[in-house]
């Protein structure tokens, strides 16, 4: 295994802490319908379902991205990151966004599976399985991160068309939410979350995002891995 990618992307450095937001897409939620009400979740969640991206799961920039053996394809989320830029301990929503250095583009790569009830690590934290844009836009630059459009395209073709608008915690909530049971470092990435409809990205084939205001990030053709003998 290569060492994982460091992200010196003046002043920010991201630290390669990425946290993942579940069910806060409106869909997401939606989706499960009336199994929310029934063991083991047994109500819609009252505070973020989090999960981690752990350093080994980082691409580095132009890195292809890795389908595990026995994988045929993996879950391609694509999702506005919220980089952090000064520590968020109990802070509100009015402060929260003073926390917020600015914005990237994130995808989580992972292996497709319907519990989101205390999310796997071996479907959510595969190598090679997370990639960070390598630019960071200042929060200044974008007006409203809650009002911007997502678009995902695999080999040229539009599959996903979706938005940061009406999530359940919008950014700063999340944010204030988030840091309310845990600390938020300089660098941390926050992931806003994924549309339940997100498309699969099988070997062989590239893809690239675009979210408004911060650009596009390109990921190469996939690579299968081979099975250990």
Known sequence: MPPAPTFD????????TVIGTLLNHPGALAALGEAVHRPPYQAPPRAPVLYLKPRNTLLAPGEPPRLPARVDAMVLGASLGIVIGRSACRVDERGAMDCVAGYTIVVDLHVPHADVYRPSVRFRARDASCAISGEVTPRAAVVDPDRLAVTVRIDGEVVQRTGTAGMVRPVARLVADISEFMTLGPGDVLLLGIAPDAPLLR????????????GRLLLPAAVAEREAA
């Open 9 to 16: 992307i003046p002043p920010y450095r991201l630290s390669g």
């Open 203 to 214: 070997a062989g084939q590239a893809a690239s995002i675009d979210i408004e205001s911060l």
